[in-house]
């Protein structure tokens, strides 16, 4: 097995249109054979299932393909397919900057939260009226793209935003949330801060300092939101880029300690057992052995 290779948009340079690709997805996965395996995408990802069957895998937690699900994946994430039979649906592939010429807040795209990065809120399986509100919304994505009229980038833009919002409201809906609380959007920032800082910041204190409160206001707040510690929260996004590195065969466990920042190659196998359970050596084994 190679190394799971990292892809931009350029390189599906067969579908590419000003930082996006637009498409149904049976064309594509037959252009892109190769994508089945474990890879990373620098740009944002979605797809809507009209059919199929088997399971993909985002980040190391596996889901079953469904008629009627989408889910979405942000840069960096590590995702591999496991189609059983014949599978369709959309797919929409665009970079950081699509929006940028539309949208004066450049981090708009991350109040939907399903691009926050948490799996388990990037995989939704939608009821019949949005499967069709959405089916709907891709075919118009589709036909203005391919009709390449005036503004047609802006409208696709307009379109992708009326389908993001729609899935948004659904979420809202099915987990009865009201608007953010304060402790909400410190929890958000707090995560901001751990993805932007995790090689270089290890202790809870550290981001409390950071946002301007206690370490024992963030340990509480993350206790209630969470059902873990703040540490905990840091540690996993450690563990995280720890199990995607191990996905490169090109690098050796010493190297991934270092990109790391940890001291030596023994102190990140004690860490990474402690939270796994297995070492870094079985747990490449066992996703060599997965695909």
Request: aromatic fraction near 12%; hydrophobic fraction near 40%.
């Amino acid at each position: 097995m190679q190394s799971p290779p990292v892809y931009d948009i350029c390189t599906l340079s067969a579908f590419k249109e000003n930082d996006i690709i637009i498409s149904r997805f049976e064309p594509y996965l037959n252009h892109h054979i190769n994508l089945s395996a474990p890879h990373r995408h620098t740009f944002y990802h979605l797809l809507l299932f009209t059919k199929g069957a088997g399971s993909h895998t985002i980040d190391f937690e596996e889901f079953e393909v469904k008629p009627h699900q989408i889910y979405f994946m942000i840069p960096g994430q590590v995702h591999s397919w496991n189609f059983k039979g014949f599978t369709d649906g959309y797919i929409i592939n665009f970079s950081d900057s699509f929006f940028q010429s539309l949208l004066l807040n450049p981090a708009y795209i991350e109040s939907f939260s399903f691009f926050n990065g948490s799996v388990k809120d990037a995989v939704i399986n939608l009821p019949l009226d949005s499967f069709n509100r959405a089916s709907k919304l891709l075919e118009e994505i589709i036909e203005e793209a391919e009709g390449k009229r005036v503004m047609s980038a802006d409208l696709v833009r307009l379109l992708m935003l009326q389908l993001f919002i729609a899935i948004s409201r659904l979420s809202v809906t099915v987990n009865n949330k009201g608007p953010a609380s304060y402790n909400q959007i410190l929890l958000k920032n707090f995560q901001k801060l751990i993805e932007d800082n995790y090689l270089s910041l290890k202790l809870p204190k550290e981001y409390a300092d950071l946002l301007y409160i206690t370490p024992n206001h963030l340990n509480a707040l993350c206790k209630d939101l969470l059902g873990m510690q703040a540490g905990e929260v840091i540690r996993n996004r450690t563990l995280l880029e720890a199990k995607r590195l191990l996905t490169n065969l090109q690098l050796n466990i010493n190297e991934i300690a270092f990109k790391l920042n940890f001291n030596d190659n023994s102190y990140f196998t004690k860490f990474f057992k402690k939270l796994e359970g297995i070492t870094p050596e079985e747990f490449r084994r066992k996703i060599l052995n997965h695909n």
